[in-house]
């Protein structure tokens, strides 16, 4: 599922970025002492693909994961048709990269005028709920716009308990008897009764999803409504790195995933409706990688220019290991060390704040030094959308890479 990156049949994507073989002809080339975002439209495409050729539903792709235009037109280019948006600014960058494209407002809270306009001017016509008041203000706004509600779509988000790195079920969804009846007054306000849930991010243990299935199973049967669409949200596993101390695993995560959750999805009855789900991390986690300097060593710390405040905070937050490799300055005097063994190190931001240290080490060469770039992998999914200025630190150089991010 992870697809090894075959080059996509279409081969060239158009994104106007200075392209290069690999990361070490950007260092060499450039010398950059900024960060420099690596782009890999090939890898993008696979891995879209791979999900969709997997998935037995609709690949609706989470746009806040990355909502850059490089990402977007790469995924309208290769026919993805439907993104999950949450803010009418989200609905203009995914209208601007795919104007047929359906847009699913699948934020369960909304603002009155957010959704005037997604019905208006981008005819959004799938929203997502957990209470009676949203369901209340979205047929307000309805009648308002004059959209009959039988065009609607209105998905009940569940509730769902799960271990991901990022449990979001503390802040939405609906207890099953709620979900019950929720699912009943969306139909009989007469629009379409769709489920839906999101179990987290970076989920690698199926029976989040599998008990979210079988909650959604407990719910359509006790509504006893039509339901018209079942909506797997997000969270699937995108590869990281990990500790060296021990062995990698041998399976990408999300092709240990998908089968188990396809047999759910038949088991608990869901297999005839039409079916969605919203990736985000494992569509674009390896489509990108930042190339990064080391300012200063000391001892098993490295200070870096770049950290928590700009590309790094979902490798903080949700403590992932992330792959990285060494590009060693070229004729630098170099801390005594074996480079082919590897240490980890501490990686100390580049803002003066001092909760600017990632939570878990880089595995580097003994022989990294001041001066030397490492490339850090599979950083596409909430990087770009979450970094700051602060400090005046803002990465924003991108180039186009052409081979695959290997650590
Ligand atoms: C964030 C989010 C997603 C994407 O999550 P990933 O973990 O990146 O796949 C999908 N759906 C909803 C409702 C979300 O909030």
Known sequence: MEATARPHPGAAFDTGLRRFPNARAVALELWPDEPVYCFRPQVLAADAEAFRAAY?????????????????????????????????????????????????YMHPVKAATAIREALTAYRIRHFSLDHEGEAAKILREARGAGVPVSELTLFVRLATRGHAAYNLSRKFGAAPGHAVELLQRVAR?????????????????????????????????????????????????????????????????????????????????????????????????????????????????????DGVWGSLSDAWTGKLTLPVHLIPEPDRARPAGDPRKHAAFRIMGATCDSVDILSRPFWLPETVAAGDWIEVGHIGAYSLSLRTDFNGLYPDTFVEVESPFRS
């Open 56 to 104: 037995p539903g609709r690949t609706a792709y989470a746009v806040k994961t990355n909502p850059h235009p490089l990402v977007l037109n790469t995924l309208a280019r290769i026919g993805i048709d439907a993104f999950d948006v949450a803010s009418p600014a989200e609905f203009r960058m995914a209208r601007q990269a795919a104007p047929a494209a359906d847009l699913l």
């Open 189 to 305: 306000l007469g629009a379409q009764a769709g489920l839906c849930f999101h179990v987290g991010s970076q989920v690698e243990e199926p029976d989040a999803y599998e008990r979210a299935l079988k909650s959604a199973q407990w719910v359509r049967q006790r509504a006893g409504v039509p339901v018209a669409a079942l909506d797997i949200g997000g969270g699937f596993p995108a590869r990281y790195g990990h500790d060296r101390r021990r062995p990698a695993p041998a399976v990408p995560p999300l092709a240990r995933l998908m089968p188990r959750i396809v047999k759910a999805i038949e088991r608990y009855g869901f297999a005839d409706l039409p079916l969605v789900a919203e990736p985000g991390r494992a569509l674009v986690a390896r489509s990108l990688s930042v190339l990064v300097r080391v300012l200063l060593r000391k001892g098993q710390r490295l200070y870096i220019n």
